[in-house]
């Protein structure tokens, strides 16, 4: 739980609030668990529960909240140039990278990503955790890993940037 | 088929089940190609990330005091702690077992005394002081002199004297007696239960005008005294065990309470 908390939300204070706030819905309403899921799916519901409440309250007006946490497949889709030269990500991405990135994803596609490809659920039960359809689940995953490719990219160039950067002024130094 | 078309296929299919049509086009389009293999590549790299990470112990301090705080949890009994699991049940069913024994032997007393007529017997020692009981010439007359060693067990416990005195209906005397006739705990923790010092002291005495009666009452002390026994063996293990000594107390009341109607039936017999 505390995993999913803090991959969603990326900071570990508001991770542990989460935590302890689904621990006490369970407590709560443990009563109301009817076995018809997984015990575990039937957790982890509630804890995206609480973690998407506590976005849904910090969500700034400016920003769409559909967008944030349901983004349209057909306006805010990652779109892909098929003519640009794609950075290849294995061997220059390592996990802080990739952490790094999966914290900057909008909340509904880090949610799934989290749920999939980190814990390992299936896309019924990823379905039936997030209260959407399993072509829904599928869709986002799928924009989830693509964004990702994006904002990895951009990270290896922004490296490359620095590198060459520090390299200038060095080299501009010794003469 | 296009780009559009494989990526199409990867949204809805995922990563691994791919048409061959989708596997045609990757082998002729690099970048399609390339953008497959970088999705492949993060779901990788997202599978060796930890599922689970350990949150901090202050966490769990504070979950514990909030639920506390809520009354959705409680603080464990943690009398027992310790307890062979042998004897926790056995406690039950013997604490069970005793009252319902003391309650029907209490029972049959009454019923005895109120119904059944009986010859003389006896006398009954009420007092230390009475001659001893005319029984077999063998057998030892306890009854007149007083056990070795007081009963140390009933020291050892914080029961006040008073209380297991005043919980007898009977007279003083009886009581004082009662108290006498409490077997002492054995040294040694671990012996088995020896014969209660009431099957020494009614050897052949008839508690009760009827047979039956009588050796049910027997029956009932026996299985009070190794109850009484096993108590004080866990008490000698574990002196604070406070639940302990609350069922050890309730059995010594359960005792002296039917000692005082096994003596009150045979005394009234006179």
Redesign the interface.
Known sequence: MYALCLRMVGNPADAEDLMQEAFLQLYRKIGTFRGESAFSTWLHRMTVNVVLMRLRKKTLPTDSLEETLEPDSESSGPKRDVGAPDLRLSGAVDRVNLERSIEKLPPGYRTVFVLHDVQGYEHNEIADIMGCSVGNSKSQLHKARTRLRELLQEEIREQAREERKAAKTQSGSLD | MQ?KDL?LV???E?LVLLTSEAREHLTLCP?CR??V???E???A????????????AH?WT??RA??EA?G??KEPVTALEGVPSRIWPRWFGLRSLITATAGAALLAAVLLLTHTPVAPRAPAAGTPAQAPVQTNDSAPSPLAAPPAAPAPSLAALSVPKAAFSAKRHSSGPTASRIKELAPSPSEDAGTTFAPSPVDQDFPDMELAGNSQVDASLRQNLRTLNEFIAECERHLKENPHDQLAREYLYTAYQQKADLLATMMDSARSEH
């Not at chain 2, 790299?45 to 901090?56: H, W």
Request: net charge negative; with cysteine.
């Open positions: 780009c990526e990867v949204e809805s995922g970048a390339g953008f293999s970088d999705l590549f993060i779901a790299a997202a599978r060796a990330i930890p599922a689970e990470i350990e949150p901090p966490v504070s979950l909030q639920l809520e959705l949890i």
